[in-house]
T-cell receptor, first 113, second 111 residues
Framework: DAGVIQSPRHEVTEMGQEVTLRCKPISGHDYLFWYRQTMMRGLELLIYFNNNVPIDDSGMPEDRFSAKMPNASFSTLKIQPSEPRDSAVYFC???????????FGEGSRLTVL | SQQGEEDPQALSIQEGENATMNCSYKTSINNLQWYRQNSGRGLVHLILIRSNEREKHSGRLRVTLDTSKKSSSLLITASRAADTASYFCATDKTGANNLFFGTGTRLTVIP
C-alpha cells in the first residue's frame, strides 16, 4: 500500500479563494482524521470520520471549513473563503477498526496571502 | 482540553547519549502513543502503551506510563543523529476514538 496520500503538497492562494485539500486513506481503514498543524497551536484535530460518516467535527474552526467523505477511499477538506490565518499544514490520517495507530499523510502546506 | 504537554520543549544532546521526554495529560485514557515527525514530513507512529501497562520497549525506545500521575516518558537510548526530529505524545479519551496530540519535544542529536 502507498500509505495515506494527500494532495496538493503545497498550495499558495490569495485571501478569499476556495481551497480544496484531498486525501486518500489506506485501503481497508475505517477511520479518517483531519488535523491542522501550526507553530502557535500545534496539532489540532479538526474532524474525524468512521465508515465515511462524520463523527466529531467540534474542532472545525468556522463555517468556512467543511469536510466530506463520499466514499471509503476519498475525503476532502474545503475552506471557502480562505483567510491568511488558515495558513498551516493540514494532515490527513487513517487507521483500522481495531488498532490505535494512526497513519499520516505527508501533509498539505497551505499559504493564504 | 485533553491535549498533552511535552517537556522539555527542546532537547539537544550528543550522539550516543540517552534522551528522555515527558508527557502529561489531563483525562482518563485508553492508550497513550508516541509519534515522531521529521521536518516537513508527516507523523510516524513509534509505540503504543495501553492504560493497564506500565512499561513497554521497542528497540532503543522505552516508554513508561503512570496513570496515577497522568504522565508518560519516552526514553531513546544510544541516540543517533538520525533521531533528530520532533516527538509527540497522543492520547485517546476513554470511550472515544479521536486522538489528541501534545505540543511536542524538538530533539536535536549532535553528531
Amino acid at each position: 500500500d502507498a500509505g495515506v496520500i494527500q494532495s496538493p503538497r503545497h498550495e499558495v492562494t490569495e485571501m478569499g479563494q476556495e481551497v480544496t485539500l484531498r486525501c486518500k486513506p489506506i485501503s481497508g481503514h475505517d477511520y479518517l482524521f483531519w488535523y491542522r498543524q501550526t507553530m502557535m497551536r500545534g496539532l489540532e484535530l479538526l474532524i474525524y470520520f468512521n465508515n465515511n460518516v462524520p463523527i466529531d467535527d467540534s474542532g472545525m474552526p468556522e463555517d468556512r471549513f467543511s469536510a466530506k467523505m463520499p466514499n471509503a477511499s476519498f475525503s476532502t477538506l474545503k475552506i471557502q473563503p480562505s483567510e491568511p490565518r488558515d495558513s498551516a499544514v493540514y494532515f490527513c490520517a487513517s487507521r483500522g477498526q481495531n488498532t490505535g495507530e494512526l497513519f499520516f499523510g505527508e501533509g498539505s502546506r497551505l499559504t493564504v496571502l | 482540553s485533553q491535549q498533552g504537554e511535552e517537556d522539555p520543549q527542546a532537547l539537544s544532546i550528543q550522539e550516543g547519549e540517552n534522551a528522555t521526554m515527558n508527557c502529561s495529560y489531563k483525562t482518563s485514557i485508553n492508550n497513550l502513543q508516541w509519534y515522531r515527525q521529521n521536518s516537513g514530513r508527516g507523523l510516524v507512529h513509534l509505540i503504543l502503551i495501553r492504560s493497564n501497562e506500565r512499561e513497554k520497549h521497542s528497540g532503543r525506545l522505552r516508554v513508561t506510563l503512570d496513570t496515577s500521575k497522568k504522565s508518560s516518558s519516552l526514553l531513546i537510548t544510544a541516540s543517533r543523529a538520525a533521531d533528530t526530529a520532533s516527538y509527540f505524545c497522543a492520547t485517546d479519551k476513554t470511550g472515544a476514538n479521536n486522538l489528541f496530540f501534545g505540543t511536542g519535544t524538538r530533539l536535536t542529536v549532535i553528531p
